[in-house]
């Protein structure tokens, strides 16, 4: 037989041939040459077992893929690429088959061939590559998968999905998928900061990006610290599992809930600010808890050495002010819970540069009042939650202070807690809170339940489904 013409198959197979051949490097009629010589071999021409195209590689039913997921994992550029190839194997774990497209600065951290021992799959690397683009093979990465994660997803990177680029394979991929993106962003800190990372993160958000980190904490270059690290293998497994398969109804699946965490900074000069002890580790706990019972979850954080919150949207911020434009930039929602320990003052007219001891001593700093973000949310006429739940941190007459800040903020509940040095609940992993609400059927139309010492995730889930009550109660 001389020449080979394929005619009358089903899309079905035809699809699967052409993705099979791909794979392989070959042409669709040599594919279908190697298929008939392994049936023949088989003895399926012969009157053996009939024979069947063979399935592609992605759709394994062994009981670590049973949930027949795929991924495209494109690798970026960046030196947080060596955790990708971590990724591949999580993502397996969590039931994926992972097909890996390598960018060119990518190359220069991390091989084809690892990416490709690990995945299983064939690695691919060239938008003009001749053994997969004959049937368009950056369409087939695009959207022969259930989701594409993006990791690392550097600057360079996101600034050209922003801005519609499609000038090598992912960017051509990106932009021509239908399925849900995960992003990983991972860079300098001084590079996340900048207004122009800002800008296209922020746009990625609205055409409905998904995006987890990056983390706080040590970079690669010597001495350098903050925000900018990928999240870890793990966190980004679990993210993406729950992108494709979102979690099970809870007792508060369709509901939004806003949250504050952290400390803010409020600077003095380019090394100094003010600021309170707050680990943050309270509301990020709440925020876990809050997306575990099907909420979706919003957690506006100052700066703190935390990993984000699977499934959680964060948005990092340094000072009050930020906070604030951030939390309202959130609304509407349905819940709102003010944990973040905000300075209440900032310097009227920070220094430029470093302010330097004189020989009269250091001078004098004017403080301002910062926007009180608890009131102005729980005073709002338009779009205010229907709960709005403040934390009150003292050091003494914690009850009195409470009642006091409930009335005078305007919120619904108070969570209280003694914040004083002995009870060691700054950065500590407990918690013993006192949730003040406004009851008419009490004496003084205040009510307070004081709950045992518990973890800081005990706290947030025996809140969570204090606030799921609630919600049903005001809804029945």
Not at 213 to 219: D, I, L, Q
Request: hydrophobic content about 45%.
């Amino acid at each position: 037989m001389a020449s080979l013409t394929i005619r009358k198959l089903d899309d079905a197979i035809k699809a699967e041939l052409r993705l099979r051949a791909a794979q392989h490097g070959r042409s669709v009629e040599d594919e279908v040459r190697n298929i008939l010589r392994e049936a023949a071999g088989a003895g399926a021409i012969s009157g053996g077992t009939p024979f069947r195209t063979a399935t592609y590689p992605d759709r394994s039913t062994s009981s670590q893929n049973a949930g027949n997921l795929r991924a495209t994992l494109i690798i970026g550029g960046g030196i947080a690429a060596y955790k990708a190839l971590d990724l591949i194997r999580r993502l397996k774990d969590n039931g994926f088959a992972v097909r890996c497209v390598l960018t060119n600065a990518a190359q220069q951290f991390v091989t084809a061939l690892a990416a490709s021992a690990l995945s299983n799959q064939r690695c691919y690397t060239d938008l003009f590559d001749s053994a997969s683009e004959f049937d368009a093979g950056h369409i087939r990465l695009a959207r022969d998968c259930d989701l594409i994660v993006v990791a690392p997803a550097t600057a360079d990177l996101m600034a050209k999905m922003a801005q519609g680029h499609a000038d090598d394979l992912a960017t051509a991929i990106l932009l021509a998928t239908d399925r849900p993106v995960l992003l990983a962003p991972a860079m300098n800190p001084l590079m996340w900061a900048n207004a122009a990372t800002r800008r296209n993160v922020a746009q990625l958000q609205r055409d409905g990006i998904k995006m987890i980190g990056p983390n706080s904490g040590t970079m690669a270059e010597a001495g350098e610290a903050g925000v900018g690290r990928m999240s870890e293998p793990l966190e980004i497994a679990a993210r993406a599992l729950e992108v494709v398969r979102p979690p099970s109804a809870g007792p508060l699946m369709g509901k939004r809930i806003l949250i504050t965490a952290g400390p803010t900074h409020e600077p003095i000069d380019p090394v100094r600010y003010i600021a309170n002890r707050s680990s943050g580790k309270q509301g990020f706990a709440i925020a876990a808890a809050a997306r575990e019972a099907g909420a979706e979850v919003t957690l506006v954080t100052g700066p703190v050495g935390l990993n984000d919150p699977a499934g959680v949207t964060v948005k990092r911020v340094e000072s009050a002010r930020d906070m604030l434009s951030e939390v309202e930039a959130a609304l509407p929602a349905d819940v709102a819970i003010f944990a973040a320990a905000v300075a209440d003052w900032r310097v009227a007219n920070r220094g430029e540069q470093k302010i330097k001891k004189t020989a009269s001593g250091f001078p004098q700093l004017d403080l301002v009042e910062n926007p009180d973000i608890l009131a102005t949310i729980a005073h709002r006429t338009e779009r205010r939650p229907p709960l709005v739940i403040g934390f009150a941190a003292e050091t003494e007459h914690l009850l009195d202070n409470a009642r006091s800040k409930l009335a005078r903020k305007g919120c619904d509940w108070i969570v209280a807690n003694d914040v004083s040095p002995a009870t060691g609940i700054m950065g500590g992993d407990r918690n013993t809170v006192h949730l003040i609400s406004k009851d008419d059927g009490a004496t003084d139309g205040v009510r307070v339940d004081s709950w045992p010492a518990m973890g800081k995730d005990e706290v947030a889930t025996h809140l969570v489904a204090q606030i799921a009550a609630a919600l049903q109660k005001g809804a029945s």
